[in-house]
């Protein structure tokens, strides 16, 4: 077990809804990473969050979003949705934002689209 | 653009033998290269990194080598046990403000009794 915890743990929804991913960190990480990853596009890198700040965007597309609370959890927003975008959604978190810090894993989040 | 190759895609390998994955990078500014283990239904898990400072780290079973020349990696799994069965993704990131980590495909592995 990571530490890392991310709600729910499956969803099931139809092509143009709008559904919210939620991520709890590890105790005392300040950084949250949110990763898609599918078949054909393998495992990368959305967008992350520093003490409630965005720092880094990846390849995130316009009808996604994200924050990071006060409370350091943070919510994916998923809008608009497609086909394609049926994926497992990882959370990550890290004590800071040092390259050689390490990125611990949530369970992720099984979103299929119908 | 796929700033990390990673092969093969799968591998089999039998109990005992030495299981090996190599990944190749283009960006050079990588400066930090860790391999992650995945099993079904889990999110990846860090299983050993490196940094471009060292040819070679090992950690028990596990070890990666490094040629910085080549722009290449790979993870050698001695003595593979079933309970490598997994898919194991190589990764490379640098020192950026957002520290993120740019994965190879993943290779899954299989390993027979």
């Known amino acids: 077990d990571s530490g890392v915890t991310q709600t729910p743990k499956h969803l099931i929804t139809a092509t143009g809804q709008r559904v919210t991913l939620r991520c709890s960190p590890r105790?005392?990480?300040?950084?949250v990473y949110w990763y898609q990853q599918s078949l054909d596009q393998g495992l990368q890198f959305l967008i992350q969050y520093y003490n409630g700040e965005e720092r880094a965007k990846g390849n995130i597309l316009e009808r996604f979003s994200a924050q990071q609370f006060p409370d350091l959890h943070s919510e994916l927003n998923l809008s608009s949705l497609e086909l394609g975008d049926s994926a497992l959604y990882f959370c990550?978190?890290?004590?800071?934002?040092?390259?050689?810090?390490?990125?611990?894993f949530g369970p992720g989040t099984r979103l299929t689209v119908l | 653009q796929q700033q990390v190759k990673q092969s093969p895609q799968s591998l089999i390998v039998q109990k005992g033998g030495i299981s090996i994955i190599n990944c190749a990078y283009e960006?050079?500014?990588?400066?930090?290269f860790p391999w992650y283990q995945q099993f079904p239904g889990k999110g990846p898990a860090l299983l050993i990194a490196?940094?471009?400072?060292?040819s070679e780290k090992k950690e028990g079973r596990f070890t990666i080598s490094f040629n910085k020349s080549a722009k290449q990696f790979s993870l050698h799994i001695m003595d593979s046990q079933p309970g490598d069965s997994a898919t194991y993704f190589c990764?490379?990131?640098?020192?950026?403000?957002?520290?993120?980590?740019?994965f190879g495909g993943g290779t899954r592995l299989m390993v027979k009794p």
């Open positions: 490196i940094r471009p400072d060292v």
């Open positions: 990764a490379a990131k640098y020192d950026n403000a957002g520290n993120m980590l740019t």
């Open positions: 960006n050079t500014a990588f400066d930090y």
């Open positions: 105790s005392g990480d300040l950084s």
């Open positions: 990550a978190s890290s004590v800071a934002v040092n390259s050689y810090n390490e990125q611990f």
